[in-house]
T-cell receptor, first 116, second 113 residues
Framework: NAGVTQTPKFQVLKTGQSMTLQCAQD?????MSWYRQDPGMGLRLIHY???????DQGEVPNGYNVSRSTTEDFPLRLLSAAPSQTSVYFC???????????????FGSGTRLTVV | SQQGEEDPQALSIQEGENATMNCSYK?????LQWYRQNSGRGLVHLIL?????REKHSGRLRVTLDTSKKSSSLLITASRAADTASYFC?????????????FGSGTQLTVLP
């Protein structure tokens, strides 16, 4: 049981390049989300998905696209990288609750992205 | 915009002492959660407290919630060097998607051996 797997762990991009950050989970969690973490700013929500085929925007979605074709995978695409997208990116999942039960998030180990 | 704000931003204590971190938030919540992040790692869920609860315990952790003051505190008792990490509070709203969490900027805790 690997939990939440993010690849790559590190990436350097040139301004204007595009790339996809991968997130895969093997826990059958229906909820998946992407956050970015910048120094002194905590984590900010980029996009999230409540199930396969359903995605929505978070607080800072500009410059990013997502899709959710399967329960297991939730890739994050940077369309045209900018230095402002230099950050650490985390994928997080949540198990469905029931009868008032709420679960905490399970995080991946992150992707450290530098845009030069 | 950040919902939760932790205080202090940094805290340094001796091993064996208790560590208290505070979190304030702005809008009504469904629940509040605390997470730990070791350097260079992902966040790990510690404890969740619902809006109708006032106190919760888990091992050496004690969380309190005061919805009238929109604040929460995390107490770590008998701290250990391994508790050195950043601690974040996160809130789930009562409206919209209760599954979306908004994180604060964190408290960096250093436990000196």
């Amino acid at each position: 049981n690997a939990g939440v797997t993010q690849t790559p762990k590190f990436q350097v991009l040139k301004t204007g390049q595009s790339m996809t950050l991968q997130c895969a989970q093997d826990m059958n969690h229906e909820y998946m989300s992407w956050y970015r973490q910048d120094p002194g700013m905590g984590l900010r929500l980029i996009h999230y998905s409540v199930g396969a085929g359903i995605t929505d925007q978070g607080e800072v979605p500009n410059g990013y696209n997502v899709s959710r074709s399967t329960t297991e995978d939730f890739p994050l695409r940077l369309l045209s990288a900018a230095p402002s997208q230099t950050s650490v990116y985390f994928c997080a999942t949540q198990q469905a609750g029931g009868a008032g039960v709420v679960h905490g998030y399970t995080f991946g180990s992150g992707t450290r992205l530098t845009v030069v | 915009s950040q919902q939760g704000e932790e205080d202090p931003q940094a805290l340094s204590i001796q091993e064996g002492e208790n560590a208290t971190m505070n979190c304030s938030y702005k809008t009504s919540i469904n629940n509040l959660q605390w997470y730990r992040q070791n350097s260079g790692r992902g966040l790990v869920h510690l404890i969740l407290i619902r809006s109708n609860e006032r106190e919760k315990h888990s091992g050496r952790l004690r969380v309190t919630l005061d919805t009238s003051k929109k604040s929460s505190s995390l107490l770590i008792t008998a701290s250990r060097a391994a508790d050195t990490a950043s601690y974040f509070c996160a809130t789930a709203p009562t409206s919209g998607s209760a599954r979306q969490l908004t994180f604060g900027s964190g408290t960096q805790l250093t436990v000196l051996p």
